[in-house]
């Protein structure tokens, strides 16, 4: 059974406390915004109206109402900085968790999608996820603010009078609701026309600079260039859209606050006549209202930003989409002894020059081969073919007398690409990304079989150690090893490894190196590397 796919409803619940603590600060900082507001118009009002009043001047209590005043600017202060520190904490940590997830599904399938090629996914898990903070951070907040600020300033128009809270309702729900909602559903389609706009014209300015050397000589990169301008020209007119749609949104929304004024106004002044109010409350009642445009205004982007976040959920749930019909029943497991056939093999990245041609050989158990050739021969390319990703090939492919497609390659192949994925989590956490019920001890053994053994246990805490976003907190070479220790808790018989001694010395090298060919009477190894490897008996293919 495959896992839930994303939903965007559900986000909050990945860090529910801190998403809470959040939108309580926001609607804490806004009120008192509007107190502020709301007090200081009534003091200045009603303290020139003691003025005026000379015997009425010395029984005017000043203090506590700037007392109140002072409050409230502290605390609309203190909480803008709170809430910024809140919310975006929530939302780095909301980001980490769907990191980790997507990771471990996409590592988890069978096979994967067309839409999982490295390149898109990559992408993807980094860009299209970034997106998904839009919902809870600029959809969910602003209208839980706007919703819990416009019910309270209704609530307190009707404290003084239920009339004035009658006045400003239909205004007010032009400016909560109704301008919104009526731009919503266009607002959301131009976001995620938008998201796919700018996704296709990132990956034709990546692929195209890729071959810039080769366009260049070809005298084809003045037709590249110009084709890029027109996708760009064609993503800032959607953006344009955008914009006016937004400012069109925002005036709708200032004409129901203006209409809410007037008729508050209105109201006001027939309850002056009467004496039910006075001046310096119906300048407070005037104020508070004017105060819920910072609250509302935010709403008319909202339904932008809930545009991108659902463009990112859709494309990341692709990427970890249940696998095709194509997948058949792929669920078996080859016997050993295994031999792995590749006959007239011939594939080529989108958009490359080079790629391997007509690549035939035969490996047995215990075998491994070497893969050489200059940079931008293919070797990375027909790694990617023999682990199941969906190029486009030529040729046969065959384990054991069968197609690829006949076998569970999720359990038999194990890759190691140029590109790494490390999270910002523990070394542990990060290696039972492959295992998750592997012991400690599991982990020290492939941690020593990669030669890192040594250095975890000089650090303070162990396999607890923190490797940071992206494996900033450890070398180049040192995430590689991490990289390939996670890789052997998962036991595959066929190894794949791209650059697996990329940043070692020489004696670490080795040391991994042996360790690697203790395996390889447990099945296949295939290794591409730039430097000089000495393998007794290691078959040989030369690509490019």
């Known amino acids: 059974m495959s896992e839930q796919p994303i939903r965007l409803r559900t986000l909050l619940r990945s860090r529910l406390g801190q998403w809470s603590l959040a939108l309580f600060l926001g609607a ?23 003025g005026l009043a000379t015997v009425a ?28 520190l809140a919310s975006h904490n929530a939302a780095l940590a909301l980001l980490k968790d769907l990191r980790t997830r997507l990771f471990a599904r996409v590592a988890g399938q069978r096979r994967l999608t067309p839409a999982a090629r490295s390149a898109i996914a ?36 009707a404290l003084l009078d239920t009339s004035l809270a009658v006045a400003a309702l239909p205004g007010l729900l032009l400016a909560w609701l109704v301008v919104p909602m009526l731009g919503g559903r266009l607002a959301a389609r131009l976001a995620r026309r938008d998201a796919e706009l700018a996704e296709q014209r990132r990956e034709f300015l ?26 760009d020209d064609a993503w800032l007119q959607q953006r344009l859209r955008q914009q006016k749609l937004v400012s069109l949104t925002a005036l709708g929304q200032q004409l129901g606050l203006a209409l809410a004024l007037l008729a508050v106004l209105w109201q006001g002044h027939a309850l002056l006549q009467q004496g039910a109010l006075s001046v310096p409350w119906l300048l407070a009642a005037l104020l508070s209202v004017m105060g819920l445009a910072e609250a509302l205004l935010p709403l008319s982007a909202s339904f932008i930003s809930l545009g991108f976040s659902q463009a990112a959920r859709d494309r990341l749930n692709q990427l970890t989409a249940a696998e095709t019909d194509l997948a058949g029943t792929a669920t078996a497991l080859p016997e050993q002894p295994l031999n792995l056939v590749l006959s007239g093999l011939s ?12 690549v035939s050989i ?45 076998w569970n390659l999720r359990g038999l192949i194990g890759y190691l690409p140029q590109q790494l994925d490390i999270f910002d989590m523990t070394l542990a956490q990060n290696l039972r990304l492959a295992d998750p019920k592997a012991s400690d001890e599991a982990l020290w053994q492939v941690l020593d079989d990669v030669a890192l053994a040594d250095w975890v246990c000089g650090r303070k805490h162990g396999l607890n150690t923190t490797l940071g976003e992206f494996g900033a907190k450890v070398s180049g070479g ?29 004696d670490t090298r080795e040391r991994v190196l042996a360790s690697l060919l203790r395996r390889r009477e447990q099945g296949i190894i295939v290794i591409v590397s730039h430097q000089q490897v000495a393998v007794p008996e290691a078959r040989h293919l030369r690509i490019g």
Do not use: C
């Open 57 to 84: 001047a010395y029984g005017f209590d000043y203090f506590r109402p700037a007392a109140i005043i002072r409050f409230f600017a502290i605390v609309r202060t203190a909480g803008r900085y709170a809430e910024r």
């Open 206 to 231: 990546l692929d195209r600079l890729q071959l810039l050397t080769s366009l260049l000589l070809w005298q084809r990169w003045d037709d590249q260039q110009a084709a890029f301008l027109q996708q």
């Open 122 to 157: 990559m992408h993807r898990l980094v860009a299209d996820i970034d997106l998904l903070d839009f919902f809870p951070l600029r959809f969910v907040a602003p209208w839980f603010w706007a919703s819990v600020l416009t019910l309270l300033v209704l609530g307190w128009l």
């Open 347 to 358: 594939a080529r990245m989108p958009g490359a020059l080079n790629g391997p041609e007509n």
């Open 478 to 506: 040192q995430a590689r090893r991490i990289a390939l220790a996670r890789l052997l808790l998962t036991k595959r018989p066929v190894l794949l490894l791209d650059e697996p001694f990329a940043g070692l010395d020489f």
């Open 28 to 50: 804490v900082t806004l009120l008192s915004a509007i107190g502020l507001l709301a007090t200081s118009g009534w003091f200045i009002s009603a303290a020139a109206l003691a």
């Open 362 to 406: 035969g490996l047995q158990q215990g075998d491994v081969l070497l893969i050489e050739g200059p940079s931008g021969g293919g070797k990375s390319t027909l790694l990617q073919v023999l682990a199941g990703e969906p190029l486009a090939f030529t040729g046969e492919r065959l384990i054991n007398g069968q197609g690829f497609e006949h």
